[in-house]
């Protein structure tokens, strides 16, 4: 008779002990805290407000300002092409301006507009056109029924509206907000695509003409933008390179901090402390994501004093083709470290606010996680990327939903028209379109007290929708963080739960922290008085 086997009974399996990819799903917990959305929604307010005030002076002092379609026109056009185009535009725009006026009943020349195509003046030529009309309307009212005269009303602001739209895509705009809207199309169409799992792959190395993958998406989020602003408008992207990096490098700091603290020990840090935090440590925040740049700026500049050297003096030709390797292991290693850096820079603000170290240590940190386990930052990153914008998708609907509740529930108690024949609160604060959460007004129709009602909410709306730009901020560095401490458990074994500590006041997070059985207790000595 054999012996009876020893029974053994599994109570509880410890799911990110067995998969730690799995703390990656803890992502939005600790992104989605206010602290965190709060100090991230300042940092998106500063960076919109900075580049507004920067579009503002650039054209004002330079007349700088982007055609319709012209980073369309950039990407798809040879440089010459592109320089013919940007000549045209001012005589094209014109005839188009001429007869987008003629087609809403203005008998005006663009010339007459000015020199500048003043387009604040040709919307109010249109508006004075549609005002004649609506006096025609109204002489007739008593000679309609009271519902065919509100549907004229409103079909002819309905037209008034359309016609000032077609003037404005005429109109050219600030470099900021161009760009500002070419950046959220890229990253709008990341999210979509990561949630259909639409990436791309194979248009790494070979783009696709209307692509909607992520890789298209990263391509001209990364790449094509840049380049333009680059080549286009310097003095715009040096000027705002310096400011986004002093806003990000404080704020985005704080962020990547409470974010370190909230993914090791559950913790999460006063807004204060954690930009002080970051504000100790502001030349390390800003460094060290340009290391990177210095080194290939460095390199790039050896191979310039290269080819003038041995390609410009007569008779060094031969010793430039002879020694000509090693330029191309010069690029080599340019290549390299640009590629490391597309993941590498991601883990800098993390590695700094983990492990309270310094730029270069930082940079050495990251960048050898990525190196070492570039299958595994790639697999979490993908990871992070579906998961963050299934979430993105979830916050976005949220605040829909919300505005829409309140427009439609404040509306209902809100009677009367505008001269227009609208809902006075429609003016107010038009009904939300999914997908489409900002919208523009038209405070003509209003009296200057309902004007400055609707400017007050529109600034309260906004507020509110940056909401979901500061999660995504605040998602990212959260995920970074994951990442980071992932990769770093592999490549160095250190446990999920050793991070710099200082004697800071923390809040106990409303969720219990999840023990694991192969963290161990942050050694005292890392504890700074």
């Known amino acids: 008779m054999t012996p009876e086997q020893p029974r053994t009974i599994i109570e509880r399996v410890d799911y990110h002990a067995l998969f730690p990819f799995l703390r990656l799903f803890d992502s939005f917990r600790i992104a989605i805290h206010p602290s965190r959305l709060l100090t991230a929604l300042l940092a998106v307010v500063l960076i919109y407000l900075g580049g507004t005030m920067l579009d503002q002076m650039l054209d004002q002092f330079f007349g700088t300002r982007v055609y319709p379609g012209e980073v369309e026109r950039y990407a798809n056009l040879s440089p010459d092409e592109f320089r013919q185009w940007r000549e045209a535009q001012p005589k094209r725009i014109g005839d188009q301006l ?8 203005v008998r005006m020349q663009a010339d007459e507009i000015g020199q500048k195509l003043d387009f604040d003046a040709a919307v109010r030529e249109v508006r004075k056109a549609f005002a004649e009309n609506r006096k025609r ?24 509206q359309s016609r000032i739209e077609a003037v404005r895509r005429l109109e050219p705009r600030g470099v900021f907000e161009t760009t500002l809207d070419n950046q959220l199309a890229c990253f709008e169409q990341i999210v979509t695509s990561s949630s ?8 790494a190395l070979n783009p696709v003409p209307g692509s909607v993958s992520v890789v298209a998406a990263l391509r001209g989020m990364l790449m094509t933008i840049p380049s333009w602003l680059w080549s286009t408008h310097t003095t715009f992207t040096v000027l705002y390179a310096l400011g986004l990096l002093a806003v990000w490098s404080l704020l985005g700091g704080a962020v990547a901090r409470s974010a370190a603290l909230g993914a090791t020990i559950n913790k999460t840090p006063s807004i204060t402390h954690a930009v002080l935090f970051a ?8 460094v060290a994501p340009l290391i990177p740049v210095i080194l290939v700026a460095a390199l790039a500049v050896l191979l310039l004093v290269g080819g003038f ?16 390797v090693v330029a191309l292991v010069v690029g080599l290693a340019m290549a390299m470290t640009l590629a490391i850096s597309i993941g590498g820079v991601g883990l800098v603000y993390p590695a700094v606010a983990v492990e309270g170290t310094d730029a270069f240590d930082a940079f050495t940190r990251s960048y050898s996680y990525v190196w070492a386990h570039p299958w595994r930052w790639l697999f979490y990153t993908v990871v992070s990327l579906v998961y963050g914008a299934i ?12 505005l829409w509740l309140v427009q439609y529930c404040v509306g209902m108690g809100v009677i009367g028209h505008n001269a227009a024949g609208l809902d006075r ?25 309902t004007k400055a009602s609707a400017v007050v909410v529109r600034i309260w709306v906004n507020l509110f929708i940056a909401l979901l730009a500061a999660y995504a901020v605040s998602f990212y560095l959260t995920s970074q963080t994951w990442i980071y401490l992932l990769l770093r458990r592999v490549g160095d074994g250190a446990a999920f739960d050793e ?20 963290t161990v207790a942050p050694p005292t000595d890392s504890v700074e008085p």
Do not use: C
């Not at 259909?196 to 248009?203: C, D, H, P, S, T």
């Not at 979430?391 to 919300?402: D, E, S, W």
């Open 499 to 518: 991070v710099h500590t200082e004697l800071e006041p923390v809040t106990e997070s409303s969720t219990p922290a999840q023990s694991a059985p192969d």
């Open 425 to 449: 609160f429609v003016a107010i604060m038009p009904r939300p379109r999914l997908g489409h959460l900002t919208y523009d007004m038209d405070l003509t129709a209003l009296p200057w007290y």
């Open 391 to 402: 979430t993105y998708l979830f916050v976005g609907a949220v605040i829909f939903l919300t």
């Open 98 to 105: 001429e007869d987008a006026l003629r087609s809403a009943g």
């Open 279 to 286: 504000y100790r440590r502001w030349p390390t925040f800003a």
């Open 137 to 160: 309307i109204e002489a007739l009212k008593d000679q309609s029924k009271p519902e065919s005269f509100r549907w004229r009303m409103e079909e002819l602001a309905r037209e008034e």
């Open 196 to 203: 259909a799992l639409n990436f791309g792959f194979r248009e």
């Open 309 to 324: 050297v041995f390609f410009n003096v007569p008779g060094l030709d031969v010793v430039g083709g002879l020694v000509f």
